[in-house]
């Protein structure tokens, strides 16, 4: 993610399926039938492998094929490919960005191929954290300074004698084996491989009470089910992120951001209009990404559930 699918379409309607898996396509030698079609009533979005990012697109791509009549395609794109598949016009919007200001000079600002579609009204931030029972037992342990101390109550086979620290997947963008050099500490990052498969991690340990440090963000449905407390790390200033090898501080409170490629943005109708407008809460997206992730509920049958309960909030998009 800033860190943090595949395309079935029948009948010109696409279905989002929820992915598990950390790989992804790639754009640059694949498109959407639907992508840059001239005059045709279609969209085309990326969609990543995290849930919250498919609540978002869920929602959206319900509401164009249901509200507004377009055929809705959806590709899974990793972060940085999906940039490049947005300037050439082969996918029309990402929903949700974590931050990329290296992409953003090259497509926005040099190229002009991607414009900004506006906040998401969702803020993102990635963390260290630590079950919430064994903060409560050890309140040193939410202080970076003092986890050497439980390294070893971390410990997996896969860390190699060093204590565990877990990650996502390898794709997500993530700071952790620099901050574990720069802080020195006796930890070792270890990749679960995808967003759920480190939740299906998270929650064994958490069955069984066992204590873990993991990588993590908010917004994220599993709060509700596995409390986390997160760990301080050395405050956050501006630019101390600069340098991906010296990183030695927090990662920033970030609000996620939608982008449009330019012609879409231009040419795109209601479609494009209803994607620059949509901006929903943290507590809209987890009440989605619930559904979806916890209560197995297809993406249409979860957006379709929001959107029936909160209409007032989606009609001023269309408008």
């Known amino acids: 993610m800033r860190i943090r ?3 079935a379409v029948v009948a010109g309607v696409s279905s989002l399926a929820l992915l598990t898996g950390c790989g992804a396509a790639d754009m640059t030698k694949q498109a959407s039938p639907f992508a840059g079609a001239q005059g045709a009533k279609t969209v085309t979005l990326s969609v990543q492998s995290w849930v919250g990012a498919q609540a978002n ?7 164009l094929e249901h509200e507004l009549g377009y055929r809705v395609d959806t590709v899974q794109v990793d972060e940085i ?3 490049d598949a947005l300037s050439q016009g082969r996918v029309d919007a990402i929903m949700e960005d974590w931050g990329h200001p290296d992409q953003e000079e090259r497509y926005v600002k040099d190229k002009r191929t991607i414009v900004p579609g506006g906040d998401l009204g969702v803020t993102g931030h990635i963390g260290w954290y630590v079950p919430t029972y064994f903060a409560k037992k050890h309140p040193d342990v939410t202080d970076w300074k003092n986890l050497d101390k439980y390294a070893d109550r ?5 860390s190699g004698g060093k204590g565990q620290l877990m990650d996502g997947s390898p794709s997500y963008v993530t700071n952790d084996k620099a901050l574990v050099k720069n802080l020195d500490l006796d930890y070792q990052v270890v990749f679960a491989g995808s967003e759920a498969a480190q939740i299906t991690q998270i929650k064994q340990f958490a069955k069984a009470e066992k ?11 599993l709060f509700k089910k596995v409390p986390m407390t997160e760990v301080k790390l050395p405050t956050y200033k501006e630019g101390c ?4 090898e010296k990183v030695a ?3 920033p409170h970030t609000p996620l951001q939608k982008y449009l490629n330019a012609d879409f943005a231009r040419s795109g109708g209601d479609a494009a209009a209803l994607l620059k407008k949509f901006k929903w809460t943290t507590e809209d997206q987890n009440e989605v990404s619930l559904m979806i992730a916890e209560q197995k509920l297809s993406p249409e049958a979860a957006a379709k559930k ?3 309960s909160h209409e007032s909030t989606w009609k001023s998009w269309l408008s």
């Open 241 to 244: 992120d600069a340098d991906p």
């Open 5 to 7: 699918t595949t395309t």
């Open 154 to 158: 971390t410990r997996t086979a896969e």
């Open 81 to 83: 490919p999906a940039w």
């Open 249 to 251: 501080c927090a990662y």
């Open 306 to 308: 929001w959107a029936d």
């Open 211 to 221: 204590p873990f440090l993991t990588y993590w963000y908010e917004p994220q449905w």
């Open 57 to 63: 697109v869920a929602v959206a791509q319900y509401l």
